[in-house]
């Protein structure tokens, strides 16, 4: 079964750009989740997605979008691009929720590697 | 405010001997606690999650993590340290009773160091 795949690998960017990444989780999963990881503020949580709905969204300004699809696919935008969003985006699919409203466990991708000049 | 700490930035062990790695979270409310861990080379994982139940988790690899309500902890642990356990960890915090969106919230990460 093929892992969570996220497009593109690396990107380059300017600053008052946009850019769009993509992450396509395991076969079956529902739930996709992302991250961001700098340097500097360490690995933080973006959004979290289930059946096309947004269950968890972290502190981030709304240039920072999501949505997820049918097919469970994500994408996540972000708009006019700062320096500091020069990060690596990590997105994982779980299969579902538990009970707990917590997902299952997570499988992470390989991150899209983001450089905002 | 919701935070992880992570009070060491190194760990360093010999192999065979345990490991710990110490995670002390603060949260308004009940907390679900993660630990994740990232290889050179492949990626960030998720090792265990504690939401309910026995205050001791079983994850991934031989490692187990220990819910401690009344210290806000929960240290990573393994009987006996493999070189290749050398990575970044992670651990996490959500707050389930926060309402509406649940924060999450990442310590900065141990680097564990096993010495051959």
């Known amino acids: 079964k093929a892992g969570v795949t996220q497009t593109p690998r690396y990107l380059i960017k300017t600053r008052g750009q946009q850019v769009t990444l993509s992450c396509s989780p395991i076969?079956?999963?529902?739930?996709v989740s992302w991250y961001q990881q700098t340097p500097g503020q360490g690995l933080q949580f973006l959004f979290e997605?289930?059946?096309?709905?947004?269950?968890n969204k972290g502190n981030f300004p709304g240039r920072f979008s999501g949505r997820q699809f049918s097919n469970s696919r994500s994408e996540m935008n972000v708009s006019t691009l700062e320096l500091g969003d020069s990060a690596l985006y990590l997105c994982?699919?779980?299969?579902?929720?538990?009970?707990?409203?917590?997902?299952?466990?997570?499988?992470f991708g390989p991150g899209t590697r983001l450089l905002v000049l | 405010a919701q935070s992880v700490a992570q009070p060491e930035d190194q760990v360093n062990v010999a192999e065979g001997n345990p490991l710990t790695v110490k995670c002390t979270y603060s949260?308004?409310?009940?907390?679900?606690l993660f630990w994740y861990v990232q290889y050179p080379n492949r990626g960030l994982q998720f090792l265990l999650k504690?939401?309910?139940?026995?205050?001791l988790v079983k994850g991934s690899y031989g490692f187990e993590a220990e819910f401690n309500k009344s210290q806000t902890s929960f240290h990573l642990k393994k009987p006996s340290a493999l070189v290749s356990d050398s990575a970044l960890y992670f651990c996490?915090?959500?707050?389930?009773?926060?309402?509406?969106?649940?924060?999450?919230?990442f310590g900065t990460g141990t680097k564990l160091q096993v010495i051959p």
């Open positions: 949260v308004s409310g009940n907390p679900y």
């Open positions: 504690y939401i309910t139940g026995d205050n």
């Open positions: 076969s079956g999963h529902r739930s």
């Open positions: 994982a699919s779980s299969l579902a929720f538990g009970a707990s409203g917590v997902q299952e466990t997570q499988y």
């Open positions: 997605y289930f059946s096309e709905t947004q269950r």
């Open positions: 996490a915090v959500r707050d389930m009773n926060s309402g509406g969106y649940q924060k999450v919230t």
